[in-house]
């Protein structure tokens, strides 16, 4: 086993099973970025990722150091999963894995009220003539409205049935009618 000499202290390397993979899309298929407001899913799926290849100590705060070269594999990680303006926006000479972590979580947790604003107007705006089938565009709906959840904007189901009905085209004025009374 190799030992790794710190100062006066002595740790052993430890292969991470995550040093092992080659592509990071495989386990998680999440693009982070700034336009999906997807963050939520990415978070999870990274954490558990995270979790499930023994590495969670790189994104946690106040834990013992980790071995270089599992970091630098973690940050890699991170990087592989987020879009080209995100990356360039977080990336900085000798950045950890932590401090990436950390600067994703501040960019979108600490713009909630702009993202809510953001993916509000996209809510309002989704009507069916843009969507390419009756089940996209409610599937497009009900996205708008999790996403706005993850931002501690939680619409009702009536709220919902209200904004589906008043992005239906005039193909559907009948039944929107018939529905509504």
Known sequence: MTTCSNSSTTMDAKLYPVVAI?????FIPVVLDNETAGYVTWYELFRIHCIAFQVQGHIEPNTSPLAISGDKAKL???YGTISQVLLQTIIKPKTTAYDAWCALQTLFQDNKP???LYLHRKLI???LENSSDMETYCREIKVLSYQLTN?????SNQQLVLQLFMGLTEQYETTTTVLKN
Request: hydrophobic share 35%; with cysteine; aromatic share 0%.
């Open 125 to 127: 705006n989704t009507r």
């Open 22 to 26: 080659s592509n990071i899309r495989t």
């Open 114 to 116: 702009s993202r809510a």
């Open 76 to 78: 890699q990680c991170i």
């Open 151 to 155: 931002v501690d904007i939680a619409l």
